[in-house]
């Protein structure tokens, strides 16, 4: 018997994912053809700068489309095909909404049909072909978004004014003002970018320099707390990752995020963030930079690319992404766990097997990190 205030598991913060992504748009209200004409205006808009997809259903007739392709029609459940210019995954099988998150974890931007599928938010199409098969639809426009009228259509029907008691104050254009609908996604994707906090990574046990390299005083103060100082001038909120154990240690004026993901390092810290804040980007920065400057961070962030997993630098050592001074996207979160689902704890290894922006830094000294007495003593020369 289980007692009313009892909870069976436990509640963590959720990504706000719709049925594919976090933004997403159903347009609904007028024929296949004319919803596919306008996903491609604003698909070929926004796809410099964001990820996009389309989410469709087959016309075709019903009996052809009982007809398995391929291997799938002898037994196999997938068929992956390269096909040189792109690549084409066939599936036999139901996908639940769990399974389309992470199918569409990298997209930014996914426009559904929706005469066929439903989103989290919907572009509602007023066309007078279509009146019928709108208003049986009319409960599944529950975040109406942008009203377009058809060259059919000149007023809102009633049973949309009814369904939508604030549609006076939605954008209302004509479907054929492309440019006007462009700018509404335009404008929508600016505000949904993701908002920016910075981590300061300060829980490891510093064996090889015999001392806490997050207590070192390399300006004048603790040099964790030095770099939480830079980063408020960047971020949103500012947070020190450590252990669990150490968080009675900390000033009580810094915000701190015990690693909740022991055991990993500092990927375990970047997975704790995420888990407490998974729709934000995070600043990740080690504390072990102590020639860190405010240039440094702010060629990063003046680069950022949010369509990218990740933006970083390139090591003036190997060549490889640095990956504790890295943005990483709220993306990269399903990204960093499913490495970790394949055995995999080393947050370069996911840069370089992902799709990131990588720089080369503008003052490569400032990427330089002190593991060891010996490297704290050069750092102390150059800074002399």
Known sequence: MTSKGHKKHSVISRPAYGNFARNEW?????????????????????????????????????????????????????????????????????????QFRQFFSDMDVVLVNGNHEQAKAQVVVIDESKKVSLQKRVAQLTNVQLLLMADN???????????????????????????????????????????????????????????????????????????????????????????????????????????????????????????????????VVACDLPLLDQHTLQQLIDNRKVAAVATTYESPHDGFPEPLITIWEPKSYPLLLSFLAQGYTCPRKVLRNSDINMLKPINPDALLNVNTPEESEKVKQMMQ
């Not at 037994?75 to 084409?88: C, K, L, M, N, R």
């Not at 104050?169 to 006007?180: A, F, G, I, M, Q």
């Not at 500012?238 to 990927?267: H, M, W």
Request: include cysteine; aromatic fraction near 10%.
């Open 26 to 98: 159903a347009i609904v209200g007028t024929p296949c053809g004319a919803i596919k004409t306008l996903a491609d205006v604003v698909t070929k808009a926004l796809s410099p700068e964001h990820k996009c997809a389309y989410v469709d259903a087959s016309h075709a007739h019903a009996d052809a489309a009982e007809v398995l392709p391929g291997r799938l029609a002898v037994g196999a459940v997938a068929e992956y095909t390269d096909q040189i210019s792109y690549h084409q995954l066939e599936l036999n099988k139901e996908l639940n909404p769990f």
């Open 153 to 283: 259509a000149n007023e809102v029907f009633d049973f949309l004014q009814q369904a939508i008691p604030e549609w006076q104050e939605l954008p209302l254009y004509r479907l054929s003002d492309t440019e006007k609908i462009v700018a509404f996604f335009q404008g929508q994707m600016q505000q949904a970018r993701p908002l920016l906090n910075g981590l300061v990574l300060a829980g490891g046990k510093s064996v090889r320099m015999g001392q806490d390299k997050g207590a070192m005083l390399w300006h004048g103060k603790e040099q964790r707390y030095f770099v939480a100082d830079l980063l408020k001038e960047f971020c949103s909120e500012v947070f020190i990752s450590c252990r669990p154990e150490q968080q009675d240690e900390f000033d009580s004026n810094y915000k701190t995020v015990a690693d909740t993901f022991t055991g990993l390092g500092p990927y375990g810290a970047i997975l704790s963030a995420f888990r407490e804040q998974p729709d934000a980007a995070w600043l």
